[in-house]
């Protein structure tokens, strides 16, 4: 099974000059319930190559085992650095899609 985990590649939050992107969390929890039930999850965003993270998203209040064992995971790292274009994925090559949160997506995944 394979499951396409979108990300957006956003990075401002609107005119207000702060820096956005998605969630690291929302990227890292549900790429291990995929990868440990035996899914193969790609990473993919409209442009491609490393998205945008939220920074306020990896800050200590927020870390949680995910985003620690996500950060290192030589694999996940690799997966997130050289995010695929979405303009290049079928549909037909995937059984699931999973949108990652965050508020960069309010621009470019919306």
Do not use: C, Q
């Amino acid at each position: 099974m394979k499951v396409l985990i979108v990300l957006t590649s956003h990075d401002r939050l609107g005119d207000t000059g702060r820096e956005t992107g998605f969630w690291l969390e929302e990227l890292a929890a549900p790429y291990y319930r995929f990868k440990d039930s035996g899914a193969e999850p790609v990473i993919a965003s409209p442009k491609g190559g490393r998205p945008p993270l939220d920074p306020k998203s990896n800050e200590p209040d927020f870390r949680t085992d995910e985003t620690r064992r996500f950060e290192d995971d030589p694999e996940a790292m690799a997966a997130l650095e050289h995010s695929v274009r979405l303009d290049t994925v079928s549909v037909d090559d995937f059984d699931a899609v999973f949108y990652a949160g965050g508020h960069g997506p309010l621009w470019d995944l919306a």
